[in-house]
């Protein structure tokens, strides 16, 4: 398997316009995790998806972040309007539900930049 | 609810050394524990894990047994080299309790000389 694919692998944008960044998960996986990661707040889960559904979004920052799971093998996370503060390496990851193992796989990242 | 806290770095070793990087959580029931590894410029990648209290994580000469009495899942490594600098997060996932999303803590850098 090719891993978790995330795209693209870096961004830049201005203030104001719309982002939109991508994931595939592994094959077979029925969780889905966004997470974003600063210098200053660390590893912060944004949302994740069992089975495509949204079950926890509490980690959103904003209304101005949204993530949708539409099949199995693709999300999207969309940011709109960006602000510079939303500057980040956002991190995709899967797993799949065997009882206590909960390894997530993580994708290598989408490096955002809002100037 | 779930958290995971870490020593600060930069933990700086000579190649050869010791190493330890200390980590405790607060979590309800029965957590798994991870520690995974981030190189410059790349996701994350899982090192080892635990998911029992006394179950021994090791993979690549590092090792963290996981101990519930402490609250603890401290990483060490007997002799660390230059590849093995990175940036080492702590997390821990409460299957149990229906919080399957991972709690990381702030991340450890390792610096190892030459």
């Known amino acids: 398997d090719a891993g978790v694919i995330q795209s693209p692998r870096h961004e830049v944008t201005e203030m104001g316009q719309e982002v939109t960044l991508r994931c595939k998960p592994i094959?077979?996986?029925?969780?889905l995790f966004w997470y974003r990661q600063t210098m200053m707040r660390g590893l912060e889960l944004l949302i994740y998806?069992?089975?495509?559904?949204?079950?926890?979004d509490s980690g959103m920052p904003e209304d101005r972040f949204s993530a949708k799971m539409p099949n199995a093998s693709f999300s999207t996370l969309k940011i709109q309007p960006s602000e510079p503060r939303d500057s980040a390496v956002y991190f995709c990851?899967?797993?799949?539900?065997?009882?206590?193992?909960?390894?997530?796989?993580f994708g290598q990242g989408t490096r955002l930049t809002v100037v | 609810g779930n958290s995971v806290t870490q020593m600060e770095g930069p933990v700086t070793l000579s190649e050869e050394a010791f190493l330890t990087i200390n980590c405790t959580y607060t979590?309800?029931?029965?957590?798994?524990l991870f520690w995974y590894v981030q190189y410059p410029g790349e996701g994350l990648q899982l090192l080892l894990k635990?998911?029992?209290?006394?179950d021994k994580g090791s993979n690549k000469g590092f090792e963290a047994t996981y101990r519930k009495e402490t609250t603890s899942f401290h990483l060490e490594k007997g002799s660390v080299q230059v590849s093995d600098s990175a940036v080492y997060f702590c997390?821990?996932?409460?299957?149990?309790?229906?919080?399957?999303?991972?709690?990381f803590g702030s991340g450890t850098r390792l610096q190892v000389q030459p």
């Open positions: 635990a998911t029992k209290a006394d």
């Open positions: 094959s077979g996986h029925d969780y």
């Open positions: 979590a309800t029931g029965y957590p798994s």
């Open positions: 998806f069992n089975n495509n559904v949204p079950i926890d």
């Open positions: 997390a821990l996932s409460g299957w149990d309790t229906g919080r399957r999303a991972l709690t």
């Open positions: 990851a899967s797993s799949l539900t065997q009882g206590t193992n909960t390894e997530a796989f």
